[in-house]
């Protein structure tokens, strides 16, 4: 017999490690079945895992534990991102804390300090996995992979290669995301944006008005734009030139006319500063203007700025707006601007756009070989959303997508930092190009390339690493070629993914399950870089997709709908506190019932408290279910069958209907993704008709074979949402030639089992026997009295007649009457159904006077209550100087009062309608 209750802990762990030891989770690449695969998004190996991570693994885990029951060939590849700024940032800040040094970068240098990193890395990962495998994730540990790895590192190495080669990677000077903190670029996804309320100015600028809330950046301009059509500057024409009193005395400014203007933004006009704003950065492109740059890379001001050089830019701002407050040329301050600022995600820095010599990926340049056509990875990333060869879920961020595709930019993939992958260009010293810079040299390989072959003169290696999503978006099939094939360097990037078994068998990946914030960030990129690397191979029909469904989940949200933060600790929720409190199978539940493809959604701990009650009651059900096996001597691995229909009862065959229409919705509903939808049918199944209808209709006469039937299929279509409780219950009930649960094959509904007439027929005594405790209830009888009941129904008699124990054990009915015809009766509470009617009878159980007399008092006495507390409310003396908590109690009671009124109405009408 199970334990009374179920202990998490004590299950958990013994029932993974047995699933791990059974090789559950080892996909085979030869083998004929239709294969199913996941390339699970790699967390971060800078420690610990967090709620979005948990939502990640138990939506994977579901899809991956369906599908294999399915009979697929299912793999999940496991494993984790270098994540270069994220790493390197925390190593830094610890080396900083627990080694009291002020610069580990100068103090340690290159090569110390990335052993430190990769230390750190290397026990991260060992922390992230024991988290992985605490939410039950059953992926493949035999296929774990690390961005860092060295085939990986080669794949890294050959893609950036074959790029540059195709013109498609450029060094070049182009604005870029700058982090003065961390003396690095970053990428747009690195970015946050916090809003701020700062002063906005308007300032004299010739015969112009401009506005900025950057005085600090206006030091170069010297071009003031408008748009073409605007009516208001039409006497200036494009190209003019005039003298204009600025900060630092007079300068010659000229007039630029280009339609990007907004004529309705400020005063129409705008200055601009190329170097240090991507808008003004395209704009002066565009008319090849002048760029100069005005603050430096360490944030401070540069000589241009002439007595505000060298000050911090916060600190100037003030100095400046005064000067020119001096010289007459300050119109206004408004003080009230709200804008949003960029800060660095990691280092938290304001990030200050730069020209910058950087690498980057041309999006534009149409060399992409794809599908027998030359076309612009722009180009490509938009047709296989399109042409539908990736369908996005849900819809709605399609629009999205192709928002950001047609707006992209060249792709800048280099950093400023050592932790990553090291660009791979070196770069010789002696051998000089036309225009007198070092010569530059690609190169791929496992041994260090340090001198160069045709000179033999030293090379040096590019110092910048690569941004981490150009390793991260090879993800899918860099992870499935074969580790010993790669370390021949004879071989090319093509003739390793096309002898790779891993990749023939498992690419395109079945879905991409990840946040809807990162869909431009590594979505995208992933769609980039595999359509670009396989879209000249016949083999692969000129090109995959990565994936062929990309699932998006939304944010979990704290009660309230705030964002969970790190830096507010009050809104975190710990999944491993969660799992060691409540078990892995009630947080999975949490997050996954009720939540919407794409939606966020709120968790809170009694909402994870709830989902534990309902892996209690399955466990209770299931000793239910035992402990009548047990009376009736009979061992559930035994049952193999189910009784002939003419042995079955009406709650047998209304059971069993319900059973094979739940196994096809959840078929439909995994199949196209809709968990959520799922597991609340699921859930209502087990709670609401098999616990709290049939399992009570059990009590009287039970049906061990229909028991034993139901409660495996309930397992077995619970299994991918709740692993670890399924699995321990499944020992006890399987029948004895059945293996573990998680290799068990998925039910298909039986159409024969179907009886829709049955499950009718069962509904109208549910129904009945509902509305007797409903009466009950209303009523106020006490739960152990048993009362009278006549039923009137001219079509259902016969049927209720046949189930007359039923309806006196669950109403807890002593006397019975039912009949085709009905009579009036005096003295009873009335329930009118869909074809019939509930009398239940008050004589000797209510005085009906007294009950309506001592009503009616308490109604005019809560309705004198209620007028007093909304006469405080209209009293603004109270609203305006008493506590904002005190206001709002205040008013919760004016709601719960008004809601405790309409019953007592309620009450009072029915036993009016009693007394008539």
Known sequence: MLPKAYDPKAVEDRIYAMWEESGAFTADAKSDKEP????????NATGNLHLGHAVM??????????????????????????????????????????????????????????????????????????QVRK??????????????????????????????????????????????????????DEIEHEERTEPFYTFKYGPFEISTSRPETKFGDKYVVMHPDDKRYAKYEHGQTMTVEWINGPIEATVIKDKAVDPEF??????????????????????????????????????????????????????????????????????????NVSLSQRGKGKIEPQIKEQWFIDVNKRVVKWKRRELSLKEVMQEVVKTGLIKIIPERFEKEYFHWIDNLRDWCISRQIWWGHRVPVYYCTKCKEANGKPQ????????????????????????????????????????????????????????????????????????????????????????????????????????????????????????????????????????????????????????????????????????????????????????????????????????????????????????????????EDVMDGLTNYRLSEVGERIYAFVWEYFCDWYLELSKGTANLAVLVHVLRKILVLLHPYCPFVTEELWASVKSSDAGMLIKNTWPNAKAERKDPEAYAQLQILIDVITAIRKLRSEQGIEPGKEVSVTIFSKDHAALLDAQPEHIRRLGKVNSLTISGKSVKLKNT?????????????LEGLIDVEAEVKKLKIEHADLTKYLKGIEAKLNDKSFTEKAPPKVVEMERKKIEEGKDKLNKLAERLSTLDNIKK
């Not at 199913?36 to 967390?43: D, E, K, L, Y």
């Not at 060295?150 to 870029?176: P, Q, S, W």
């Open 36 to 43: 199913f695969t996941i390339a699970m998004p790699p967390p």
């Open 440 to 663: 530059e040299h690609l190169y791929v390989g496992t041994e260090p390339f340090v001198t160069h072959e045709l000179c033999g003169s030293p090379v040096t290696q590019d110092p910048d690493t690569l941004d981490t999503w150009f390793s991260s978006a090879l993800w899918t099939w860099s992870t499935l070629i074969d580790t010993e094939l790669a370390e021949d360097m004879s071989m090319s990037l093509e003739e390793l993914l096309l002898t790779s078994p891993d990749f023939m068998k498992f690419h395109p990946t079945d879905v991409m399950e990840t946040g809807y914030d990162i869909i431009f960030f590594w979505v995208s990129r992933m769609i980039l870089m595999t359509t670009y690397v396989t879209g000249p191979m016949a083999e692969l029909e000129y090109g995959q997709v990565p994936f062929d469904t990309v699932y998006l989940h939304g944010m979990i949200r704290t009660r309230d709908g705030r964002k969970m933060s790190k830096s507010d600790p009050e809104t975190m929720i710990d999944p491993l506190d969660m799992i060691a409190k409540y078990g892995a199978d009630a947080l999975r539940l949490s997050m996954i019932v009720g939540q919407s493809p794409g939606a966020d959604s709120r968790l809170y701990e009694e909402k994870i408290a709830g989902y534990r009650n309902f892996v209690n009651k399955l466990w209770n059900a299931s000793r239910f279910v035992l402990m009548k096996c047990e009376e009736g001597h009979t061992d559930p691995s035994t049952i193999t069958a189910l009784p002939h229909a003419k042995d079955l009862s009406l709650a047998d065959r209304a059971l069993l209907h319900a059973l094979e229409v739940l196994i």
């Open 829 to 841: 509470a009335v329930a009118i159904l869909s074809g019939a009617e509930v009398h239940l009878s």
């Open 135 to 188: 939410m039950g994730s059953s992926c493949d540990w035999s296929r774990e992979r690390y961005t860092m790895d060295a085939t990986l590192n080669r794949c890294v190495n050959e893609v950036f290669v074959k790029m540059y080669r195709d013109g498609l990677i450029y060094r070049g000077h182009r604005i870029v995301n700058w982090d003065p903190k961390l003396q690095t670029t970053v990428s747009d």
């Open 266 to 339: 400020g005063t129409g006009v705008m200055t601009i500063t190329p170097w240090h704003d991507h808008v003004d950065f395209d704009l002066a492109e565009r008319h090849k203007l002048e760029k100069q740059q005005i603050i430096g890379f360490d944030g401070k001001l540069l000589p241009i700025a002439g007595e505000f050089s060298g000050m911090p830019i916060e600190d100037a701002r003030e100095k400046i707006v005064e000067k020119l407050k001096s010289k007459g040329l300050l119109v206004s301050i408004k003080e009230d601007y709200v804008h």
């Open 57 to 130: 693994l138990a939506l994977q885990d579901i899809f991956i534990r369906f599908q294999r029951m399915r009979g697929k060939e299912a793999l999940w590849v496991p494993g984790t991102d270098h994540a270069a700024i994220a790493t390197e940032s925390m190593v830094i800040r610890k080396l900083q804390k627990e080694k009291k040094m002020k610069d580990p970068r100068a103090q340690l240098g290159r090569e110390t300090l990335v052993n430190e990193i990769r230390t750190f890395v290397e026990q991260s990962k060992k922390t992230i996995r024991g």
